[in-house]
């Protein structure tokens, strides 16, 4: 049964802790990666109602620092589904609550794969795009998702 972005959207919202810090005060970019792999892997197993494991990350820039004491929140959407695969796009921003200043700090999209009872790849639904910007994520998503197959097999046929 097909499902719409809307009905996988999640969003998370987090007080950064002094435990997740560097000496700076910033939190560690690897606590921020670990919470997107959280959200994104939610909003696809939303989707195909199965579990999922990571098997891309496009590039993650951090334009802004996080502190400690801010709220992070990270929303995560399909951007595009495959047979399996399912991209989705997350973006993070924070707050400083005292302030209410809000910071858009980055964004990234991840890729996963739905995973049948035997840990084994299986189709992951249909996704019905009801947006104009839906349609537009889709076909942005489409290159990007060619690019890595592109790349993929480019990989193996240097280690072949």
């Known amino acids: 049964m097909s499902k719409t972005v809307s009905a996988s959207r999640i969003t998370l919202s987090l007080l950064m802790p002094p435990a997740e810090a560097n000496m700076l005060g ?59 695969s399912i991209e989705t796009r997350i973006e993070v921003t924070s707050q400083d609550l005292l302030t209410g200043a809000t910071t858009h700090t980055n964004t990234a999209y991840f890729v996963y794969v739905a995973l049948d009872e035997h840990g084994k790849p299986t189709p992951a639904g249909p996704l019905t795009l009801e947006t104009d910007e839906e349609r537009r994520q889709w076909s942005a998503a489409k290159e990007r998702q060619a690019y890595r197959l592109a790349q993929r097999q480019k990989n193996e046929g240097q280690h072949a």
């Open 26 to 84: 910033n939190v560690h970019g690897g606590y921020i990666m670990r919470l997107m792999d959280e959200a994104g892997a939610s909003a696809a197993m939303r989707h195909a109602q199965r579990p999922v494991v990571t098997v891309a990350v496009d590039q993650v820039l951090f334009r802004q620092p996080i502190h400690v004491g801010e709220l992070v929140t990270l929303n995560a959407e399909l951007t595009y589904v495959g047979r399996t």
